[in-house]
């Protein structure tokens, strides 16, 4: 077990090394996989996380994602239970050490939202040590960025937009311990995006323009692994990693100011991302005398 938390806790922290480039448009948040047991069950968490994109690993020289993930989660029955999330999100990236390049640059990007899901859950086996849940739900946010760009359309450049959710959860989970859970879960999500706007005149005449008319599909593949101490009733820890992967394709759109086209490529999105926090059974907590 000290093994597992080693390599997750390294696994976290490389995100670090390997933040994000300019125009990214999304970035995923952390899935709540909070267990629920049984009806009135109540449990929240409060996490640090992370984004990153693998692809474009050392892009900037200065780059930060910090984020904050609130999880809760209430037992409605002794199967169904009711789930409410918050994230916000704020990332930066910069990269001014090429003094004769046109494409330096120095972003900061926002990100917000909220989600509601319900859903189904189970133990199985002789020791109730196998768990499946599945939760679908709705969200709603709000992704932004503002900073320059040093090239030969136009330096200052920002991007808005909102976005509707729509979501579906399925994970098991294997408790090898009291004391320590692995989970795996699979998140699809398809977003709409709407009320974009932006003053970035290179893309906004072709893939921004297309980019409220079609759908987004995207798939998280997320491990997570929970564990706690004797010792310290009612709280356990967690450390979250996943990836995710863009899954509609975007047509070549019309062409920009530059003479070139935009498609699924230019899709910019951090397709790996990451949390550390806390867990705390409601409870337990409130119930110590």
């Known amino acids: 077990m000290k093994r597992i938390i080693l390599l997750s806790t390294i696994s976290i922290f490389c995100l670090s090394s390997c933040l994000v480039t ?3 448009l999304q970035a995923p948040n952390s899935s709540n996989l909070i267990q629920i047991d049984k009806k009135n069950d109540v449990k929240a968490s409060v996490s640090y996380a992370k984004t990153a994109h693998g692809d474009l690993a050392g892009a900037g020289t200065k780059q930060r994602s910090n984020g904050l ?47 509601l899901s319900i859903g189904y859950y189970k133990s199985f086996g002789t020791k109730n040590n196998f768990n499946f849940n599945i939760y679908t739900g709705v969200g709603i946010g709000n992704n932004s960025f503002s900073g320059f760009f040093r090239n030969d359309s136009m330096i200052n450049r920002t991007y808005s937009a ?3 959710k729509w979501f579906v959860v399925p994970s098991v989970t294997l408790i090898a311990h009291k004391n320590y859970a692995l989970l795996f879960a ?25 980019l409220t008319k079609k759908n987004s599909s995207f798939g998280d593949f997320v491990m997570d692994n929970q564990f706690g101490f004797n010792k310290i009733k009612g709280i356990k820890f967690h450390i979250m990693y996943g990836i995710t992967e863009l899954f509609t ?4 759109s019309d062409t920009n100011v530059n003479g070139s086209s935009y ?17 705390a059974d409601m409870k337990i907590l409130l119930n110590k005398k």
Do not use: C, M
């Not at 998140?187 to 921004?208: P, R």
């Not at 498609?263 to 990451?274: A, K, T």
């Open 22 to 24: 300019p125009r990214y």
């Open 263 to 279: 498609n699924s490529d230019q899709y910019l999105y951090n397709n790996y991302f990451g949390s550390i926090g806390v867990i």
């Open 186 to 210: 699979f998140k699809f999500s398809i977003l709409k995006f709407n009320n974009v706007n932006t003053n970035d005149k290179e893309l906004q005449k072709g893939f921004y323009k297309n």
């Open 249 to 252: 394709y975007f047509p070549e």
């Open 162 to 164: 909102n976005h509707s």
């Open 69 to 115: 993930d609130i999880h809760t989660a209430y037992g409605l029955t002794n199967k169904f239970a009711v789930k409410l999330d918050a994230f916000g999100k704020w990332e930066h990236d910069k990269d001014l050490t090429r003094k004769n390049a046109i494409d330096n640059y120095n972003i900061a990007y926002k990100r917000k939202g909220a989600e």
